[in-house]
């Protein structure tokens, strides 16, 4: 017999409470705490009764419920915003069927090694709200770099201004429904063909997340056309640690050429 | 073209609904009340001595109902590889031994009242290792000092060579011709040396067994098997339990692949239930199946050939180098087969040696694998084929077309070479691999793509191109058996021990019978697999069923069709007339009378001279008519980062008469799509300790729906006299295209030839990388 | 802990221990054409559908399923009755062993729930969580595109 005891609820200060006490985790539906050791887990929360599944666009600010799935936030974006770069990111992430099931909160509160999510969120300059402890909304680097933050703290949405922005999320994997071992998040904030704002971000290196700040400096105000091949390339350096037999001189060599073409790949879809 | 009426036809495989509706069995499914549940412990240990066990804190957790390990079980040698008797494999396996011999090896097992109380169990187990040096290096096995695997109580059952103090699981030998001479003659000589990786099987259904004791106090065991009666001869002998008192089932299988050609769970399960009396299941997770199950063989060939400017090959030496595993199991069946299916397709060579060697190491278990030795040989000769019309200058498809093996031909490598014992002097009485070729080219558009690195951006393409033989059964060893029945509607019990895996092996063999009695498929009640009910069959294995099996089944009819007849007569009286069946009904046509089948059967049954219609037959043959295959590839390579993609895959085969097209088609594109993620995305990694670290499908890829290229697939039909209706048979060829097409299409597209499988991006791209730096 | 399953329109009283998933819930009350593959969420042979979506039962917990519909591949056809779709498994020689083809059944059915005139690559998208080692895909994907031209002349 489990001693893991499930608690519902549908009132957020209750599951805020729930959640700093020892030992009980929130479930939103996703595959994170199937793969965990559960002996020491004393109580799950099952979050669906909180009606946090949903998306709505306020102005030009889409707000996404921590418990909406990836497949409910391809559906919706589809509609809303086809061009998003969230969409391509998620469109391609998993499979059909854990698609149905992986959440918005579930992949921001366990951010695995390889995650499709967290480089789209931050190109986005997404915000993170949170409930309980830390009751607020945080831009979503600080809540990745933050530690102690996240301890105790349950998302309840992330939010990020929706505006026409020409992006391509690169994944590198084996087969189509393989975990990526790295992934580029290209992102570019056109003023009509020049480059007025840029993110670039791989996610899987040493760092886990590595924003390439010089190449986002060096793209910044140029037009596609002034782009130096070798220079961008130059400038992509990271470095990866060994997981699944990788080759990390191989790797580091592949982000260079994946990001510059990226870089076309985003200005060439419409 | 021959013409059958049931033969020859895409007939619905008679389990296809009750699959597709979730109705028909697999082992698991199959509910047992108060079983008991196994979850086994494995040596986390590349090599040691186990000094004890300490299970006190684990008998004492309440629903644990036993523990077994060498201190409480029998230690008796045998081998686990799914083979006739005696077994070509050593006897080196004891169910539960006080020495593990890789990371994954059994330790001991927990029995418990539910899988949980089992899992949570094992955690309390304490064992005392010793710990050895492994031995993780194959080519090192042999050496003066290397760890020796096994000591000298092991023994091979067969007069082989085996001489487990060298870690030598099983040697090869032969050589004709005067090799010297052949190398004196060569203009240009080609020496290099290939190695074919890991595999896991990877059927969808992990291997499972029930066992319980039945109302009559025999022991049955639900097997997911492909060798029902190998499994009860082996659980028979490590048991110690009398033939006589055990039944084997097997039901529906969720795939083999060679995986389930292996006994090793169900003599566990059987010493459960024969100790408590009890239902017992094992049933093995994911990762036990990727680690502790067999794998495919990896063997290092090295390979050299030599030509004259003409094309003449002059000369042949291949030296293979089988990485065995912590045991035998198909050690030397595998390895002779690297060389007796591959050797003779290129029949004129004149001065050949082969030599091959099987070794121990620490390392996972191989074991029968689709392609059997014969997918790493060719990942070899293939390549070779390719390098030498390039430098020759010749047309690869031409070349092959005068060099291979053809009808009315033979290859001194089929006496030399058997399974185990001397192998079987045969003549190929069909050869449709030149038609195989051509399609291939055709599809692929080969001479608008070969040498011609059409490029797409920073991306090359290119085409390669392989052909293969393999054989149809095991000569003078694989036996097969068929009992047939009549009933009063013109039905007809068909029982077979044939094991259909999902193969369509009953309902390729229901409409061998069909067509022999001129019937049709829905008269035929097929039951397979179950050692009380149905007669021997050595199991789905080395490509037999359809042509041995098959066979047996034919001449089984053949005498239903002559009792069918006698009735006939009798109730027509017809006398001397020449009586014909056709359509379920028996006619003379001198006196314009015909009866059905039911009108036979009635009165046979109830009417006068009253017996039963029924029949059995059992065939041996003399000869393994071997498939034939070829393979073109296209794919293209991204020069920057070694990235590559296989954009069409064009396969074609001589099966023979296809029995059935659709289900022929079937292995094919299988076996093939196998083959491509083998040759690709397949590979296991293995931590400095020898621990398996991607036991996991999220970490060992096999490809979904969308990785699959453009597939092109033909039946070629050719006619085996000595086969049921001309079939030879399918299964296994399709799965030694994909390694040397890809690798040969690599080379046409980039000009590097990468001799290591899976050709992963990296590999290509450090092969680039080189080719430029020089 | 006890609850209430609606399983192919049926309600169905569980037994089941506080961290087990649906896949063994199921598979305990005898629902046994819900198969386990890989318990990690990458093969589909456990798929069901949940209020209509295709997810891996292996990644459920029992404990939230609450009222959602549950519909296993008995619920889109069974052997006497046999929907469009299992009846085009047959007829493209889709099915080998078929380990996999319950969850095949599943999957393609929600596509052309929502889908009823898919491309090849909406089918490959769909069966992403479908492995099979028999077939290479190839019947499959003919099977389904038979079933969605089948569908539309009913």
Same mark, same amino acid.
């Given at each position: 017999?489990?001693?893991?005891?499930?608690?519902?609820?549908?009132?957020?200060?209750?599951?805020?409470?729930?959640?700093?006490?020892?030992?009980?985790?929130?479930?939103?539906?996703?595959?994170?705490?199937?793969?965990?050791?559960?002996?020491?887990?004393?109580?799950?929360?099952?979050?669906?009764?909180?009606?946090?599944?949903?998306?709505?666009?306020?102005?030009?600010?889409?707000?996404?419920?921590?418990?909406?799935?990836?497949?409910?936030?391809?559906?919706?974006?589809?509609?809303?915003?086809?061009?998003?770069?969230?969409?391509?990111?998620?469109?391609?992430?998993?499979?059909?069927?854990?698609?149905?099931?992986?959440?918005?909160?579930?992949?921001?509160?366990?951010?695995?090694?390889?995650? +499709?999510?967290?480089?789209?969120?931050?190109?986005?300059?997404?915000?993170?709200?949170?409930?309980?402890?830390?009751?607020?909304?945080?831009?979503?680097?600080?809540?990745?770099?933050?530690?102690?933050?996240?301890?105790?703290?349950?998302?309840?949405?992330?939010?990020?201004?929706?505006?026409?922005?020409?992006?391509?999320?690169?994944?590198?994997?084996?087969?189509?429904?393989?975990?990526?071992?790295?992934?580029?998040?290209?992102?570019?904030?056109?003023?009509?063909?020049?480059?007025?704002?840029?993110?670039?971000?791989?996610?899987?290196?040493?760092?886990?997340?590595?924003?390439?700040?010089?190449?986002?400096?060096?793209?910044?105000?140029?037009?596609?056309?002034?782009?130096?091949?070798?220079?961008?390339?130059?400038?992509?350096?990271?470095?990866?640690?060994?997981?699944?037999?990788?080759?990390?001189?191989?790797?580091? =060599?592949?982000?260079?050429?994946?990001?510059?073409?990226?870089?076309?790949?985003?200005?060439?879809?419409? | 073209?021959?013409?059958?009426?049931?033969?020859?036809?895409?007939?619905?495989?008679?389990?296809?609904?009750?699959?597709?509706?979730?109705?028909?069995?697999?082992?698991?499914?199959?509910?047992?009340?108060?079983?008991? =549940?196994?979850?086994?412990?494995?040596?986390?240990?590349?090599?040691?001595?186990? /000094?004890?066990?300490?299970?006190?804190?684990?008998?004492?957790?309440?629903?644990?109902?036993?523990?077994?390990?060498?201190?409480?079980?029998? *230690?008796?040698?045998?081998?686990?590889?799914?083979?006739?008797?005696?077994?070509?494999?050593?006897? +080196?396996?004891?169910?539960?031994?006080?020495?593990?011999?890789?990371?994954?090896?059994?330790?001991?097992?927990?029995?418990?009242?539910?899988?949980?109380?089992?899992?949570?169990?094992?955690?309390?187990?304490?064992?005392?290792?010793?710990?050895?040096?492994?031995?993780?290096?194959?080519?090192?096995?042999?050496?003066?000092? $290397?760890?020796?695997?096994?000591?000298?109580?092991?023994?091979?059952?067969?007069?082989?060579?085996?001489?487990?103090?060298?870690?030598?699981?099983?040697?090869?030998?032969?050589?004709?011709?005067?090799?010297? *001479?052949?190398?004196?003659?060569?203009?240009?000589?080609?020496?290099?040396?290939?190695?074919?990786?890991?595999?896991?099987?990877?059927?969808?259904?992990?291997?499972?067994?029930?066992?319980?004791?039945?109302?009559?106090?025999?022991?049955?065991?639900?097997? $997911?098997?492909?060798?029902?009666?190998?499994?009860?001869?082996?659980?028979?002998?490590?048991?110690?339990?009398?033939?006589?008192?055990?039944?084997?089932?097997?039901?529906?299988?969720?795939?083999?692949?060679?995986?389930?050609?292996?006994?090793?769970?169900?003599?566990?399960?059987?010493?459960?239930?024969?100790?408590?009396?009890?239902?017992?299941?094992?049933?093995?997770?994911?990762?036990?199946?990727?680690?502790?199950?067999?794998?495919? =063989?990896?063997?290092?060939?090295?390979?050299?050939?030599?030509?004259?400017?003409?094309?003449?090959?002059?000369?042949?030496?291949?030296?293979? !180098?089988?990485?065995?595993?912590?045991?035998?199991?198909?050690? &030397?069946?595998?390895?002779?087969?690297?060389?007796?299916?591959?050797?003779?397709?290129?029949?004129?060579?004149?001065?050949?040696?082969?030599?091959?060697?099987?070794?121990?190491?620490?390392?996972?278990?191989?074991? $029968?694998?689709?392609?059997?030795?014969?997918?790493?040989?060719?990942?070899?000769?293939?390549?070779? /084929?390719?390098?030498?019309?390039?430098? &020759?200058?010749?047309?690869?498809?031409?070349?092959?077309?005068?060099?291979?093996?053809?009808?009315?031909?033979?290859?001194?490598?089929?006496?030399?070479?058997?399974?185990?014992?001397?192998?079987?002097?045969?003549?190929?009485?069909?050869?449709?691999?030149?038609?195989?070729?051509?399609?291939?080219?055709?599809?692929?558009?080969?001479?608008?793509?070969?040498?011609?690195?059409?490029?797409?951006?920073?991306?090359?393409?290119?085409?390669?191109?392989?052909?293969?033989?393999?054989?149809?059964?095991?000569?003078?060893?694989?036996?097969?058996?068929?009992?047939?029945?009549?009933?009063?509607?013109?039905?007809?019990?068909?029982?077979?021990?044939?094991?259909?895996?999902?193969?369509?092996?009953?309902?390729?063999?229901?409409?061998? $019978?069909?067509?022999?009695?001129?019937?049709?498929?829905?008269?035929?009640?097929?039951?397979?697999?179950?050692?009380?009910?149905?007669?021997?069959?050595?199991?789905?294995?080395?490509?037999?069923?359809?042509?041995?099996?098959?066979?047996?089944?034919?001449?089984?009819?053949?005498?239903?069709?002559?009792?069918?007849?006698?009735?006939?007569?009798?109730?027509?009286?017809?006398?001397?007339?020449?009586?014909?069946?056709?359509?379920?009904?028996?006619?003379?046509?001198?006196?314009?009378?015909?009866?059905?089948?039911?009108?036979?059967?009635?009165?046979?049954?109830?009417?006068?001279?009253?017996?039963?219609? *029924?029949?059995?037959?059992?065939?041996?043959?003399?000869?393994?008519?071997?498939?034939?295959?070829?393979?073109?590839?296209?794919?293209?390579?991204?020069?920057?980062?070694?990235?590559?993609?296989?954009?069409?895959?064009?396969?074609?085969?001589?099966?023979?008469?296809?029995?059935?097209?659709? !289900?022929?088609?079937?292995?094919?594109?299988?076996?093939?799509?196998?083959?491509?993620?083998?040759?690709?995305?397949?590979?296991?990694?293995?931590?400095?300790?020898?621990? !398996?670290?991607?036991?996991?499908?999220?970490?060992?890829?096999?490809?979904?729906?969308?990785?699959?290229?453009?597939?092109?697939?033909?039946?070629?039909?050719? =006619?085996?006299?000595?086969?049921?209706?001309?079939?030879?048979?399918?299964?296994?060829?399709?799965?030694?295209?994909?390694?040397?097409?890809?690798?040969?299409?690599?080379? +046409?597209?980039?000009?590097?030839?990468?001799?290591?499988?899976?050709?992963?991006?990296?590999?290509?791209?450090?092969?680039?990388?080189?080719?430029?730096?020089? | 802990?006890?609850?209430?399953?609606? /399983?192919?329109?049926?309600?169905?009283?569980?037994?089941?221990?506080?961290?087990?998933?649906?896949?063994?819930? !199921?598979?305990?009350?005898?629902?046994?054409?819900?198969?386990?593959?890989?318990?990690?969420?990458?093969?589909?042979?456990?798929?069901?559908?949940?209020?209509?979506?295709?997810?891996?039962?292996?990644?459920?917990?029992?404990?939230?399923?609450?009222?959602?519909?549950?519909?296993?591949?008995?619920?889109?056809?069974?052997l006497h009755e046999p929907s469009i779709i299992q009846e085009a498994y047959v007829e493209a020689g889709a099915v080998q062993c078929g380990f996999c083809t319950p969850g095949m059944v599943l999957a393609s059915y929600a596509l052309l729930r929502d889908n009823p005139n898919p491309t090849e690559d909406d089918i490959k998208r769909a069966l992403s969580g479908n492995l099979c080692r028999c077939t290479g895909y190839v019947k499959i994907i003919e099977a389904v595109q038979l079933a969605a031209q089948k569908l539309q002349n009913t």
């Amino acid at each position: 017999m489990s001693k893991i005891k499930w608690y519902y609820t549908d009132s957020l200060a209750e599951a805020s409470s729930l959640l700093r006490e020892k030992n009980i985790l929130p479930h939103g539906g996703g595959t994170h705490l199937n793969n965990i050791d559960l002996s020491h887990v004393n109580g799950l929360l099952d979050l669906s009764g909180l009606e946090l599944n949903y998306i709505k666009q306020d102005g030009d600010i889409i707000e996404i419920g921590s418990m909406a799935t990836y497949a409910d936030v391809i559906e919706k974006l589809q509609a809303i915003s086809p061009n998003c770069m969230l969409l391509q990111t998620l469109q391609n992430s998993a499979n059909t069927p854990l698609r149905n099931r992986i959440t918005i909160g579930g992949s921001l509160g366990h951010i695995p090694q390889w995650s +499709d999510l967290i480089g789209a969120l931050l190109a986005l300059d997404a915000k993170v709200i949170l409930a309980g402890k830390h009751e607020g909304e945080y831009d979503i680097s600080r809540f990745w770099n933050d530690d102690e933050l996240r301890e105790g703290s349950l998302i309840t949405a992330v939010k990020f201004k929706d505006y026409p922005h020409k992006s391509y999320h690169y994944r590198d994997v084996k087969t189509k429904n393989d975990m990526p071992l790295f992934t580029i998040s290209t992102l570019f904030d056109m003023d009509n063909d020049v480059i007025a704002n840029t993110h670039i971000i791989i996610v899987g290196t040493k760092d886990r997340v590595s924003k390439i700040v010089e190449l986002e400096k060096y793209l910044t105000g140029k037009t596609i056309q002034q782009l130096d091949e070798q220079t961008v390339i130059d400038l992509v350096n990271v470095e990866f640690v060994g997981n699944r037999s990788t080759d990390n001189d191989y790797l580091a =060599h592949k982000t260079k050429i994946e990001t510059w073409r990226s870089i076309f790949r985003a200005m060439e879809r419409t | 073209m021959k013409n059958y009426t049931v033969v020859g036809k895409s007939e619905k495989k008679i389990d296809s609904l009750s699959l597709a509706t979730g109705e028909s069995k697999f082992v698991d499914d199959f509910e047992m009340k108060k079983s008991l =549940h196994c979850i086994l412990v494995y040596s986390p240990h590349a090599f040691a001595e186990i /000094i004890d066990i300490d299970d006190s804190e684990v008998r004492a957790i309440e629903g644990v109902v036993d523990v077994l390990s060498f201190k409480n079980t029998k *230690q008796i040698l045998h081998t686990t590889a799914g083979q006739g008797f005696p077994e070509p494999s050593p006897y +080196d396996c004891i169910m539960f031994e006080n020495i593990v011999r890789f990371v994954g090896d059994n330790v001991a097992m927990v029995v418990a009242e539910t899988p949980k109380i089992a899992a949570t169990a094992t955690k309390k187990l304490k064992v005392d290792y010793k710990v050895l040096t492994p031995l993780f290096d194959a080519e090192r096995a042999m050496d003066e000092g $290397a760890p020796r695997l096994h000591g000298e109580e092991r023994f091979a059952p067969i007069p082989v060579k085996y001489e487990p103090e060298r870690n030598l699981a099983a040697e090869v030998e032969i050589a004709f011709g005067d090799l010297k *001479q052949g190398e004196a003659e060569s203009d240009y000589i080609f020496d290099h040396t290939y190695n074919a990786h890991y595999g896991s099987h990877c059927a969808i259904e992990p291997h499972s067994v029930k066992t319980y004791f039945d109302e009559m106090g025999r022991l049955v065991i639900i097997s $997911a098997t492909q060798v029902p009666f190998h499994v009860r001869r082996i659980v028979s002998k490590v048991c110690e339990f009398p033939i006589a008192k055990i039944r084997i089932i097997k039901p529906r299988v969720g795939g083999g692949f060679g995986g389930k050609q292996e006994v090793f769970l169900d003599q566990m399960a059987a010493t459960v239930t024969i100790k408590h009396k009890r239902p017992c299941r094992i049933v093995l997770s994911r990762s036990e199946v990727f680690q502790s199950s067999r794998t495919r =063989h990896p063997i290092r060939v090295k390979l050299k050939m030599g030509v004259k400017k003409t094309g003449e090959m002059t000369f042949l030496e291949m030296d293979s !180098l089988l990485n065995s595993g912590a045991y035998g199991s198909h050690a &030397l069946t595998v390895l002779s087969n690297c060389g007796a299916k591959v050797l003779p397709l290129f029949n004129k060579i004149k001065n050949l040696h082969f030599i091959g060697r099987s070794v121990y190491t620490n390392l996972p278990v191989g074991g $029968a694998y689709r392609g059997y030795g014969a997918t790493q040989g060719y990942l070899a000769l293939n390549q070779h /084929i390719d390098m030498i019309c390039r430098k &020759l200058n010749l047309d690869m498809p031409e070349y092959i077309k005068e060099n291979h093996i053809k009808v009315g031909e033979t290859s001194e490598v089929f006496k030399a070479i058997g399974e185990g014992t001397e192998g079987v002097t045969q003549y190929v009485n069909s050869c449709g691999l030149d038609q195989c070729i051509d399609y291939c080219i055709k599809e692929i558009d080969w001479y608008n793509k070969r040498d011609k690195k059409i490029i797409n951006g920073d991306k090359v393409r290119g085409v390669g191109l392989c052909v293969s033989m393999q054989g149809s059964g095991i000569p003078l060893i694989d036996m097969a058996s068929a009992h047939m029945k009549m009933n009063e509607d013109g039905s007809f019990n068909l029982n077979m021990g044939a094991t259909d895996i999902g193969t369509g092996s009953d309902t390729i063999l229901a409409q061998i $019978a069909a067509e022999e009695l001129s019937t049709t498929l829905d008269k035929m009640i097929v039951l397979s697999s179950d050692t009380d009910r149905t007669p021997f069959d050595v199991g789905a294995y080395a490509s037999s069923t359809t042509y041995i099996t098959g066979r047996a089944v034919k001449k089984c009819a053949a005498k239903i069709k002559e009792q069918i007849i006698q009735v006939a007569r009798d109730i027509m009286d017809s006398g001397d007339n020449e009586l014909i069946v056709d359509s379920a009904k028996v006619i003379d046509e001198k006196q314009n009378k015909s009866v059905t089948f039911s009108e036979v059967c009635y009165y046979s049954l109830y009417t006068h001279n009253q017996f039963q219609i *029924q029949a059995d037959a059992s065939e041996i043959v003399k000869q393994s008519p071997p498939p034939f295959f070829a393979s073109t590839a296209e794919v293209e390579i991204d020069t920057k980062t070694g990235d590559i993609k296989l954009l069409k895959y064009c396969s074609a085969v001589d099966c023979g008469q296809a029995i059935n097209p659709q !289900l022929a088609e079937g292995q094919i594109e299988g076996a093939v799509a196998n083959g491509i993620a083998y040759a690709l995305t397949e590979q296991y990694i293995f931590s400095d300790k020898g621990n !398996l670290i991607n036991k996991n499908f999220k970490n060992y890829k096999i490809p979904v729906a969308a990785d699959m290229p453009e597939m092109k697939t033909k039946v070629v039909e050719s =006619h085996e006299k000595s086969g049921p209706f001309g079939a030879k048979s399918v299964g296994e060829i399709g799965i030694n295209g994909p390694m040397p097409t890809i690798a040969n299409a690599i080379f +046409d597209a980039v000009g590097v030839r990468i001799f290591d499988a899976p050709f992963t991006p990296e590999k290509i791209y450090r092969a680039m990388k080189s080719a430029n730096d020089e | 802990m006890n609850t209430v399953l609606k /399983i192919n329109g049926k309600n169905i009283d569980v037994k089941f221990d506080s961290d087990e998933h649906l896949l063994h819930t !199921l598979r305990n009350h005898g629902i046994s054409e819900v198969k386990n593959g890989c318990e990690e969420g990458e093969c589909g042979a456990c798929m069901v559908l949940l209020d209509g979506k295709p997810v891996n039962s292996c990644q459920v917990f029992t404990a939230t399923v609450h009222d959602s519909e549950i519909t296993t591949v008995k619920g889109i056809g069974t052997l006497h009755e046999p929907s469009i779709i299992q009846e085009a498994y047959v007829e493209a020689g889709a099915v080998q062993c078929g380990f996999c083809t319950p969850g095949m059944v599943l999957a393609s059915y929600a596509l052309l729930r929502d889908n009823p005139n898919p491309t090849e690559d909406d089918i490959k998208r769909a069966l992403s969580g479908n492995l099979c080692r028999c077939t290479g895909y190839v019947k499959i994907i003919e099977a389904v595109q038979l079933a969605a031209q089948k569908l539309q002349n009913t």
